[in-house]
């Protein structure tokens, strides 16, 4: 997703139509999320959860 389409309304449409998002932060693959793991909750736990490591 560009930074442009990074809105909660785009996260929603995203989940809508897909059964696989891959979930990248800073540039660098962060997790794969399928089937009932692709929700916004769970993208954002993701990039949230990644922060926290690079963080550290």
Known sequence: ???SSSSPAS????VAYSSRVIVLRDRAHVAELAGERVTTADIVEVI???GERSAS
Do not use: K, P, T, Y
Request: charge should be positive; hydrophobic fraction near 50%.
């Open 1 to 3: 997703m560009s930074r």
């Open 11 to 14: 996260w929603r449409e995203l």
């Open 48 to 50: 949230a959860a990644s």
